[in-house]
């Protein structure tokens, strides 16, 4: 990948100390923001984090004849005058999440026509399961040049089972669901916290459905939605991030406005690495003063331990006393950044879906790329950890889903800077 020019130096080996707050979920908003396409009249989104990808999503919304106006973190979305049901790639192309639009342009218009998405490259992103739900639910769908063209005279709702366990594909199938004739029920959902958001969400607009965040959803289709207002859930994934960066600098901090249940998964396994870690009821309280020890993980559907804290887990287990096993469970290729930790002084051997990582004494400084978001997010860890200077280009990726990383970090004590 060639890198771009904005790029990240850290001066590694302080320790973070202090509180973080963190932003909403990135995934509940990229799914939030379509849905509100779905009715007339204004709709307020709060706790919205300003990274990258959610511009990208407002983006596609003022294309599509939507008027937005933000107010720090709220966002007001009027739908009233929406044009078009065709997103190309053009406007498509920086954010994966656009496949949404699909689900909210079939229920707003009983058409959509949008460009295969982009985002991260993890190998083989199929969105199959949506296509296969859009079908069951009465669409028609092709695939040409390019664009999934879905069109309805009318959704039906039905029973639709996922082969998959797809967070994609129950958003997007919810999505459909909503104003479909009669009952959807969709069996092996997805359970991510995020899931659920949206559910709340929809519900809120006057949707009904039941049992989001069990793998049964249930939804009665309704006649209208209205406009609402709703705050977004706050981000499992930027409080795992920097809980693991406080671990990886032998750090001190309380992650803030949180919801400490989604984030089991990582608080019981850092407790069994030998960290200190204190659970309230909306912030956590991570503390570690020596090596911790390895572990093993398996990346899984929530409430399993989550894909998109894997390579920031990595790091950190490269770090700990002994050898570390990581399965990823849910993405084919998602070990690209190892090359890149490795120049940093990682001893980390991968076979397929599977990293060995020899924990080593320490990691040195180096020139890295950050070849999608959460490896930039990792390679922040590994520079703030490592001796020396770290030097992360491509840090667009990062701001996709962190919102001021790099002075959120200098508050913690980290010595980083963007040029
Ligand atoms: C979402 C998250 C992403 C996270 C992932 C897994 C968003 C915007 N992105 O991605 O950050 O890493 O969940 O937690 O929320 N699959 C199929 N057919 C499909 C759909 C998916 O085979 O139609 C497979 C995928 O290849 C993958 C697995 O199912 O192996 C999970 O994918 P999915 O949950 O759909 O991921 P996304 O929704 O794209």
């Given at each position: 990948?060639?890198?771009?020019?904005?790029?990240?130096?850290?001066?590694?080996g302080?320790?973070?100390?202090?509180?973080?707050?963190?932003?909403?979920?990135?995934?509940?908003a990229?799914?939030?923001?379509?849905?509100?396409?779905?009715?007339?009249?204004?709709?307020?989104?709060?706790?919205?984090?300003?990274?990258?990808?959610?511009?990208?999503?407002?983006?596609?919304?003022?294309?599509l004849?939507?008027?937005i106006?933000?107010?720090?973190?709220?966002?007001?979305?009027?739908?009233?005058?929406?044009?078009?049901?065709?997103?190309?790639?053009?406007?498509v192309?920086?954010?994966?999440?656009?496949?949404?639009?699909?689900?909210?342009?079939?229920?707003?218009?009983?058409?959509?026509?949008?460009?295969?998405?982009?985002?991260c490259?993890?190998?083989?992103r199929?969105i199959?399961?949506?296509?296969?739900?859009?079908r069951?639910?009465?669409?028609d769908?092709?695939?040409?040049?390019g664009?999934i063209?879905?069109?309805?005279?009318?959704?039906?709702?039905?029973?639709?089972?996922?082969?998959?366990v797809s967070?994609?594909?129950?958003?997007?199938?919810?999505?459909a669901?909503?104003?479909?004739?009669?009952?959807?029920?969709?069996?092996?959902?997805?359970?991510?916290?995020?899931?659920?958001?949206?559910?709340?969400?929809?519900?809120?607009?006057?949707?009904?459905?039941?049992?989001?965040?069990?793998?049964?959803?249930?939804?009665?289709?309704?006649?209208?939605?209205?406009?609402?207002?709703?705050a977004?859930?706050?981000?499992?994934?930027?409080a795992?991030?920097?809980?693991?960066?406080?671990?990886?600098?032998?750090?001190?901090?309380?992650?803030?406005?949180?919801?400490?249940?989604?984030?089991?998964?990582?608080?019981?396994?850092?407790?069994e690495?030998?960290?200190?870690?204190?659970?309230?009821?909306?912030?956590?309280?991570?503390?570690c003063?020596?090596r911790?020890?390895?572990?093993?993980?398996?990346?899984?559907?929530?409430?399993g331990?989550?894909?998109?804290?894997?390579?920031?887990?990595?790091?950190?287990?490269?770090?700990?006393?002994?050898?570390?096993?990581?399965?990823?469970?849910?993405?084919?290729?998602?070990?690209?950044?190892v090359?890149?930790?490795k120049?940093?002084?990682?001893?980390?051997?991968?076979?397929?879906?599977?990293a060995?990582?020899?924990?080593?004494?320490?990691?040195?400084?180096?020139?890295?790329?950050?070849?999608?978001l959460?490896?930039?997010?990792?390679?922040?860890?590994?520079?703030?950890?490592?001796?020396?200077?770290?030097?992360?280009?491509?840090t667009?990726?990062?701001?996709?889903?962190?919102?001021?990383?790099?002075?959120?970090?200098?508050?913690?004590?980290?010595?980083?800077?963007?040029?």
């Open positions: 990948m060639k890198p771009n020019h904005e790029k990240l130096i850290i001066e590694g302080y320790p973070l100390f202090g509180e973080v707050p963190i932003n909403g979920a990135k995934n509940a990229v799914a939030v923001i379509p849905a509100a396409l779905m009715t007339e009249g204004e709709s307020i989104i709060e706790n919205l984090p300003l990274i990258e990808d959610v511009f990208a999503m407002d983006d596609i919304l003022l294309r004849g939507a008027k106006e933000y107010d720090n973190h709220s966002l007001k979305i009027d739908a009233s005058n929406l044009q078009s049901y065709v997103a190309p790639y053009e406007s192309r920086k954010i994966r999440a656009s496949y949404y639009l699909i689900g909210a342009l079939l229920t707003r218009f009983g058409k959509a026509e949008v460009a295969m998405p982009g985002g490259n993890f190998g083989a199929p199959d399961q949506h296509i296969k739900g859009f069951a639910l009465g669409a769908v092709k695939i040409e040049n664009m063209k879905a069109y309805a005279e009318e959704l039906v709702g039905t029973k639709i089972y996922l082969d998959v967070v994609g594909a129950t958003i997007n199938l919810m999505l669901a909503v104003k479909a004739k009669g009952t959807t029920i969709i069996e092996n959902a997805a359970k991510e916290p995020h899931v659920v958001d949206v559910a709340n969400f929809l519900n809120a607009m006057g949707a009904k459905i039941k049992g989001a965040g069990t793998d049964v959803i249930r939804i009665e289709g309704v006649k209208t939605l209205h406009p609402t207002r709703y977004i859930i706050p981000d499992q994934i930027e795992g991030t920097y809980m693991i960066a406080a671990c990886a600098t032998k750090g001190h901090i309380i992650v803030k406005n949180i919801i400490p249940k989604h984030l089991e998964s990582l608080t019981a396994k850092l407790l690495m030998g960290a200190e870690v204190n659970v309230f009821e909306d912030s956590i309280e991570v503390r003063k020596e911790l020890r390895a572990s093993s993980i398996k990346t899984m559907p929530y409430p331990f989550p894909t998109d804290l894997q390579p920031q887990m990595t790091v950190l287990l490269s770090l700990c006393s002994g050898t570390s096993i990581v399965t990823e469970g849910v993405w084919e290729n998602r070990y690209q950044y090359d890149e930790l120049k940093m002084g990682a001893n980390i051997k991968v076979e397929g879906r599977v060995v990582v020899e924990g080593v004494e320490s990691l040195q400084g180096a020139e890295v790329v950050a070849v999608d959460r490896a930039g997010a990792a390679l922040i860890v590994a520079g703030l950890a490592a001796k020396g200077k770290t030097v992360i280009y491509n667009k990726n990062v701001d996709r889903g962190y919102e001021n990383i790099d002075y959120k970090l200098k508050l913690l004590g980290a010595k980083i800077s963007r040029v």
